[in-house]
């Protein structure tokens, strides 16, 4: 742990930290150079905004507007609040809007995004929606379904700082001569009611604030966050913008990734207090490894290994041997038009794409541009094609509630050593502390319960157990045990940048309710144990501590 690591725990009130069970989680998201929130005041520390900054809304969930601008939640340097280590932060800290700097991130993920399957019905149970969002000036297709959708809220450019979602696409691949399923919003830009009289809810972001060029542009999406200080506990996979011209707006792009020592078709990979390092190349991903292509979007599933193993076909991610990762290109990228390797089509800056067959050949479409509503090249239309600029696999909603808190709500921590709202105990590498929480449904005869803990010490031993008590917290170890009565043991595992997964979606995982041996419905309540082997830390060196606690209702 480095001194310049900070926590945003400590900048906000731990109410506002702690968001209810179930709800609908902001997502974490960038926004583009060229808008007018770059260089605005920051709601949570009220430093400058900069397109490298990751943000969340100001909001304990999407609301309606007006609302104040987003919060930072992470850096792009190795300021306030934790920072992904880009060297070109502080000088472009404070620089004004419509001018691009050298710190622009161009995707996002966390490793944690939903496992996409495919059953032989033609769905994709890992993942209950795709959510995207695309460039300005992007316009849909006409007819797609009513407002909001790309096709409505592009003619008065409201579309830039939305969030889609798509409305059932199915297994890929998916070729453009798949039925069109089109997209709906699923999260606006400001929250206000847009040209097509659509209203939902916001981030805080402008569209077409009178007085400007236009409005802001999100250019990177997480949604699988358990709460804002979040990014403070594990890695960051992102990539950084190229320096080619835009062909639609004949601007060249910030660059910031020669800048900063890539290029802009590698996924970059950043942990706390540390400088980022290339986490998958630009050449295994069947881009150009000189700066010609730009990886726009990001979808990634660490598999737990250490080091990006690459896809070589559809669902082989599903083994655990390697990692899922599904990716678009911006537009002008020098892969455009070249055929994909699943049709042979001209790849377009509307399709998610994804790595197969050998190493630096073309990816593969994986779901086609047309097939989300959106406008590409190979429809014959003298425009230009949509650009799909920000990705995430969705998990289906929560169903548990979290309780038993080392955040001072309740018992103390055994040295003081208390974690951020609705977090563990603090321990020796993450003073926020672990944090378990789930995704899916608790149904003993469709149990589709994913489970993570976040927050753990990096290579951590952790285990996750059940029980059929829930205990106040009992000071034990460095943290407080929240689960009594009669406890099994579920899975032991090692984290990986302070993360592991158990159950639904999970490679070689039993579902939860068969690893627990649950015959018939009723609450259980779960809690991870994991090793801290720091014997300095904490008065007590017992060497482990606990997350939070978790409560699940399992019906039949």
């Known amino acids: 742990m480095t001194t310049q690591r900070l926590f945003l725990a400590a900048s906000l009130p731990l109410a506002a930290l702690a968001a209810p069970a179930s709800a609908q989680q902001f997502p974490v998201f960038s926004i583009d150079w060229n808008g007018p929130t770059i260089g605005v005041p920051n709601s949570f520390t009220g430093a400058p905004i900069t397109e ?95 407002a909001p959708t790309v096709w409505t809220e592009g003619p008065c450019q409201d579309d830039g700082a939305d969030v889609f979602v798509d409305l059932g696409v199915g ?38 604030p009178p007085g400007t060029i236009h409005g802001d542009n999100l250019d990177a999406v997480d949604d699988d966050v358990p709460d804002r200080a979040f990014p403070s506990a594990t890695c960051t996979y992102f990539s950084l ?3 080619f011209v835009d062909p639609v707006t004949g601007l060249p792009n910030s660059g910031s990734a020669v800048a900063n020592g890539f290029v802009g078709g590698d996924v970059l990979r950043s942990c706390p207090g540390c400088a980022p390092a ?16 730009d990886l726009d979007a990001l979808v990634l599933r660490e598999n737990g290994v ?5 896809s070589f076909s559809p669902y082989d991610w599903t083994s655990g041997q390697t990692d899922m990762l599904f990716f678009s290109v911006r537009r002008g990228s020098a892969i455009i038009g070249t055929p994909d390797a699943f049709f042979g089509l001209p790849i377009s800056e509307a399709d998610i794409l994804v790595p197969t067959g050998a190493v630096g050949g073309p990816p593969g479409i994986w779901i086609a541009g047309e097939n989300l509503g959106l406008r590409t090249q190979r429809m014959g239309t003298i425009f230009v094609a949509d650009d799909l600029d920000a990705l995430d696999s969705l998990h289906l909603p929560e169903q548990g509630t979290p309780y038993c808190f080392g955040d001072g709500s ?12 609705g977090r563990g105990c603090a321990n020796s590498q993450r003073p926020e502390g672990a944090i378990l929480w789930s995704n899916g449904t608790p149904s003993l005869s469709n149990d589709t319960v994913y489970m993570a803990v976040s927050g753990t010490p990096n290579n951590a031993t952790t285990l996750l157990f059940q029980g059929t008590l829930a205990l106040v917290g009992i000071p034990f170890g460095d943290g407080l045990r929240c689960v009594g009565g009669n406890v099994r043991r579920l899975y032991q595992r090692q984290a990986l ?28 309540h779960y809690q991870v144990q994991y090793r801290d082997a720091n014997p300095t830390f904490c008065s007590v060196p017992d060497l482990f501590n606990f997350s939070n606690g978790y409560r699940l209702v399992w019906a039949p």
């Open 52 to 146: 490298g900054d990751l943000l969340s809304g100001p909001t304990l969930v999407p609301a309606p507007g007006p609302l104040p601008p987003p919060g930072i939640v992470e850096t792009a340097g190795f300021a306030f609040p934790v920072g992904l280590g880009l060297g070109w932060y502080a000088p472009c800290v404070g620089h004004p809007a419509y001018t691009p700097c050298r710190v622009e991130v161009d995707a996002l993920s966390h490793g944690l995004d939903a496992l996409v399957r495919c059953t032989a019905t033609g769905t994709t149970p890992g993942a209950r929606q795709w959510a995207f969002s695309v460039r300005t000036r992007s316009a849909g297709i006409p007819g797609t379904p009513a």
């Open 171 to 208: 297994c890929g691949p998916l070729a453009p001569t798949a039925p069109i399923v089109g997209s709906t919003g699923y999260v606006d830009g400001n929250g206000l009611p847009s040209c097509s009289g659509a209203v939902y809810p916001g981030t805080g972001l402008r569209e077409n």
């Open 241 to 243: 913008d190229s320096a």
């Open 278 to 293: 290339v986490y998958a190349s630009a050449i295994q991903l069947g881009l150009a490894p000189n700066d010609l292509d």
């Open 306 to 310: 250490a080091g990006y193993q690459r």
């Open 410 to 421: 309740g018992p103390a921590c055994p040295c003081g050593n208390f974690g951020s709202a």
């Open 497 to 524: 940048c302070g993360n592991r997964e158990f159950g639904y979606g999970v490679p070689t995982d039993l579902p939860l309710s068969v690893q627990g041996n649950l015959m018939i419905p009723g609450t259980v």
